[in-house]
T-cell receptor
Framework: GAVVSQHPSWVICKSGTSVKIECRSLDFQATTMFWYRQFPKQSLMLMATSNEGSKATYEQGVEKDKFLINHASLTLSTLTVTSAHPEDSSFYIC?????????????FGPGTRLTVT | SQQGEEDPQALSIQEGENATMNCSYKTSINNLQWYRQNSGRGLVHLILIRSNEREKHSGRLRVTLDTSKKSSSLLITASRAADTASYFCATDHGQNFVFGPGTRLSVLP
């Protein structure tokens, strides 16, 4: 149980375009979802936390107008990178937590590799 | 910054040897977790140790936690080539995790 999927697993887009990444909890209801980004050979950095039905809370330094997060249902959150630039190229990982799960429980998706050309 | 630090940043050992990775953090925690990440893949949860625990075992893994020194170590015994991956500690500060920079482990056959 507690499986989280991401789609797509990798995407290439042109500079200036927008790209949407989906994060789904397959067998549990995710009341909270987290979005991380990871640059090559670096650690994961939390970008934002989203609770179902509420606006996402962004970490300091993360542009909310550039990284649009929607958590409209208990099984789906989306991250849209708007007007992508090459510096947005990164590995994006989501994680999810359900009701009744402790604050330390997060189930991670397999990640999405974004390359902006 | 709450972010912890891990050392070594990279570790290369022979198959069968033990691998030890360390993680330090700066502020008090509720618990600490270790994750493995194969290249270009998602995270695999390895083990959780709570702030009131000092040592925990899981198979070939042994984790220690010293809250007075704000540090933790992950020991992998009898390493295998399949253990080659990056290992991250993540500290729980309440609502979210803070990941350390990770240790890249290479186990040579």
């Amino acid at each position: 149980g507690a499986v989280v999927s991401q789609h797509p697993s990798w995407v290439i887009c042109k500079s200036g375009t927008s790209v949407k990444i989906e994060c789904r909890s397959l067998d549990f209801q995710a009341t909270t979802m987290f979005w991380y980004r990871q640059f090559p050979k670096q650690s994961l950095m939390l970008m934002a936390t989203s609770n179902e039905g509420s606006k996402a809370t962004y970490e300091q330094g993360v542009e909310k107008d550039k990284f649009l997060i929607n958590h409209a249902s208990l099984t789906l959150s989306t991250l849209t990178v708007t007007s992508a630039h090459p510096e947005d190229s990164s590995f994006y990982i989501c994680s999810a937590r359900g009701p009744g799960q402790g604050p330390y429980e997060q189930y991670f998706g397999p990640g999405t590799r974004l390359t902006v050309t | 910054s709450q972010q912890g630090e891990e050392d070594p940043q990279a570790l290369s050992i022979q198959e069968g040897e033990n691998a030890t990775m360390n993680c330090s953090y700066k502020t008090s925690i509720n618990n600490l977790q270790w994750y493995r990440q194969n290249s270009g893949r998602g995270l695999v949860h390895l083990i959780l140790i709570r702030s009131n625990e000092r040592e925990k075992h899981s198979g070939r893994l042994r984790v220690t936690l010293d809250t007075s020194k704000k540090s933790s170590s992950l020991l992998i015994t009898a390493s295998r080539a399949a253990d080659t991956a990056s290992y991250f500690c993540a500290t729980d500060h309440g609502q979210n995790f803070v990941f350390g920079p990770g240790t890249r482990l290479s186990v040579l056959p």
